[in-house]
């Protein structure tokens, strides 16, 4: 395919305000603690290697770990892209099980949108073989404005520049 995962490129979803998210938060003790990158596509990506914590079924990864990562990865494509929304609805492709140890790829774009509705994809594949693993497809609704400015006032966004920040801005403006 030839992308460049490059690590050194600082994440989008560094924590400015420390926060309990499952996904990504940095205080959440049993969090995937997820950090999403960009690609000059559009698209965001993250590494993650699950532990027994993470297992259902001796040695492969539970479902709904697979799908918090695919959850997670399309909504944080959608704010890169300038929108904070929240799924509201989700299909998930279990191809191959994810295994406890190996470390997994997710990546995800924005594929679409329509008024409020923003559509998204998102796969994860095996960092040694490239195999996908699983993929999804979801869609997301944009908060309405004052949920967005609530949002980025609890976040401390108000002064930053971070993508989570810009994209409140953004959803939070009256003009939207």
């Keep these: 395919m030839g992308e460049v995962w490059n690590t050194s490129i600082p994440p989008i ?10 996904g990504c938060g940095g205080l959440n003790p049993i969090g ?36 918090t990562l695919l959850d997670e990865a399309m909504n944080w494509a959608v704010t890169a892209a300038g929108d904070i929304a929240v799924t509201a609805r989700m299909s998930v492709a279990y191809r191959k099980p994810l295994e406890v140890g190996r470390a997994v790829r ?6 679409g949108r329509r008024s409020r509705a923003i559509e998204a994809r998102a796969e994860v594949r095996g ?15 944009r908060v309405s404005a ?8 609890a976040y401390g966004a108000e002064h930053d520049d971070s993508t989570f920040a810009a994209a409140a801005r953004r959803t939070a403006s009256p003009d939207r």
């Design 106 to 111: 997710v990546a995800a774009t924005v594929v």
């Design 32 to 67: 995937l603690r997820l950090r999403f990158r960009p690609l000059d596509d559009g698209r965001v990506w993250a590494e993650f290697v699950p532990t027994r914590e993470h297992e259902g079924y001796l040695g492969m990864v539970h479902g709904g770990i697979t799908a």
């Design 13 to 22: 979803n560094e924590d400015q305000v420390g926060h309990h998210c499952f």
């Design 127 to 141: 960092i040694d073989s490239g195999e996908v693993l699983a993929e999804a497809e979801g869609r997301f609704v």
């Design 146 to 153: 004052a949920q967005a400015a609530a949002w980025r006032a």
